[in-house]
């Protein structure tokens, strides 16, 4: 969600109503062999309390964040920080955050700051209210609407 928030707030509130058409997409497939073929040698896709699904984490101190995009985008940078929040809030310290382009071999490292936190909390509080709004937010008419599981639905 807080993905979708930076991407598209339209795509988080449809996402957040029940329409989702995203395991059915292209990019999901892909994004699935990518992740078996190129990180096999470590613990991979932790769910926790059905809230985070992290892509991999080492010793519970480095989490990785896999993008199979090869453009590198704010909204990733600020999913990665918000499950280093979110476990810290559940007692868990993690050490670093790393986002990972395997397709374009990149690599970022983020820590969380105080900054960092604060920014989230408020970001929390925004999702909050688009998700809750009772109207479909617009459509971004962005050249990324056309990889987007949602295509269809806006624009048919
Ligand atoms: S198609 Fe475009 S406007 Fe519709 S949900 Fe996706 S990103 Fe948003």
Same mark, same amino acid.
């Given at each position: 969600?807080?993905?979708? /928030?930076? *991407?598209?707030?339209?795509?988080?509130?449809?996402?957040?109503?029940?329409?989702?058409?995203? !395991?059915?997409?292209?990019?999901?497939?892909?994004?699935?062999?990518? !992740?078996?073929?190129? /990180?096999?040698?470590?613990?991979?896709?932790?769910?926790?309390?059905? *809230? *985070?699904?992290? !892509?991999?984490?080492?010793?519970?101190?480095?989490?990785?964040? =896999?993008?199979?995009?090869?453009?590198?985008?704010?909204?990733?940078?600020?999913?990665?920080?918000?499950?280093?929040?979110?476990?810290?809030?559940?007692?868990?310290?993690?050490?670093?955050?790393?986002? !990972?382009?395997?397709?374009?071999?990149?690599?970022?490292?983020?820590?969380?700051?105080?900054?960092?936190?604060?920014?989230?909390?408020?970001?929390?509080?925004?999702?909050?209210? *688009?998700?809750?709004?009772?109207?479909?937010?617009?459509? =971004?008419?962005?050249? =990324?609407?056309?990889?987007?599981?949602?295509?269809? /639905?806006?624009?048919?």
């Amino acid at each position: 969600m807080v993905n979708y /928030y930076f *991407v598209c707030q339209r795509k988080l509130w449809l996402f957040c109503h029940e329409l989702k058409f995203e !395991d059915e997409s292209e990019r999901v497939r892909l994004g699935k062999i990518l !992740d078996e073929n190129s /990180y096999n040698r470590n613990e991979k896709h932790i769910m926790l309390d059905n *809230v *985070v699904n992290i !892509d991999m984490i080492e010793s519970w101190k480095v989490i990785h964040e =896999i993008k199979k995009t090869k453009s590198i985008e704010k909204s990733a940078e600020w999913q990665l920080k918000y499950y280093m929040y979110y476990l810290k809030q559940r007692g868990i310290e993690i050490e670093k955050g790393i986002l !990972d382009y395997p397709k374009i071999k990149e690599r970022f490292e983020f820590q969380l700051t105080k900054e960092d936190e604060t920014k989230i909390r408020n970001l929390l509080k925004k999702i909050e209210s *688009v998700i809750y709004a009772k109207q479909t937010p617009h459509k =971004i008419n962005s050249k =990324i609407c056309k990889s987007c599981a949602y295509f269809e /639905y806006c624009y048919s």
